[in-house]
């Protein structure tokens, strides 16, 4: 089934520049898509409106059907990764994966399932009630990980999440979401710049440049026809 559509989207920023050009693309249920290209070509705006922090110019945002232009961020059954992992740096990696869900106000005992469950799946579970900085960048990440998949959100967002490891940590930790998502089958809409790291991870690459999707396909497909 379809779960996510971008259709004839445009993003037209306030000082006139356009960053986004007749985007249209349809993502499947427990597709991982890859946006992919040079700085400034247009991914992160993308993922943006898909997310709802920021405005689509024109055209329409679908989520299973529905029309999500003007439905805001709190609304949207979506869980977004950055590249800074937007840690509290005052919380336990505990209070960290929690925090959403005490802001739903889950019951204590689903919220304490929840979380030790997601750090099992993530090796967290000796660092519970450390503090960010005490962790590697790696664990960082995946404590940024885990507070997505408590969610449980009918998608994942990941903007840039490995840019700020060192090459052995980013191919370690490329196969690891690879695992999550294998695991999990959530539909995940994934931004990189780095071409390798595009080509292992996608079951479908969206290549744009100047704001403009270049070309879709498979890895496979995007290989052989550069
Ligand atoms: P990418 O994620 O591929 O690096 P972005 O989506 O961040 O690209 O940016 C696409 C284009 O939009 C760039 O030319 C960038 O300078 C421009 N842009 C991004 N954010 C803003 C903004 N808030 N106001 C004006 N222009 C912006
Ligand atoms: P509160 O409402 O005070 O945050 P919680 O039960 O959510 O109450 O958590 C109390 C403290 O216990 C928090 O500091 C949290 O880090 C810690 N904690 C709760 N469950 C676990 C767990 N399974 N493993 C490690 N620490 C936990």
């Not at 993003?11 to 992919?36: M, P, R, T």
């Not at 809409?189 to 498979?218: C, N, P, W």
């Amino acid at each position: 089934a379809t779960k996510l559509e971008l259709d004839k989207v445009y993003k037209i920023y306030g000082d006139g520049s356009i960053a986004v050009s007749n985007f249209n693309l349809q993502v499947l249920d427990k597709e991982f898509i890859v946006l992919v290209g040079p700085s400034g070509c247009g991914k992160s705006t993308t993922l943006r409106m898909i997310a709802g922090l920021e405005e689509i110019s024109e055209g329409e945002l679908r989520i299973k059907g529905k029309v999500m232009n003007n439905v805001p961020p709190k609304d949207r059954d979506i869980a977004m990764v950055f590249q800074n992992y937007a840690l509290y740096q005052h919380k336990s990696v505990y209070e960290n994966m929690a925090f959403g869900l005490k802001l739903r106000k889950l019951p204590k005992d689903e919220i304490k399932k929840l979380v030790n469950n997601a750090a099992t799946i993530l090796g967290l579970e000796d660092h519970l009630n450390k503090k960010p900085k005490d962790l590697s960048g790696g664990q960082q990440q995946r404590v940024a990980l885990g507070r997505a998949i408590v969610r449980d959100a009918e998608l994942f967002l990941m903007d840039e999440p490995l840019s700020n490891l060192d090459a052995k940590l980013r191919v370690q930790m490329r196969a690891e979401i690879t695992k999550l998502h294998q695991r999990l089958n959530t539909t995940t809409v994934y931004v990189t710049h780095d071409q390798t790291e595009a080509m292992t991870m996608a079951t479908r690459l969206v290549v744009m440049k100047d704001g403009f999707i270049q070309q879709i396909g498979s890895p496979k497909e995007v290989y052989e026809n550069p």
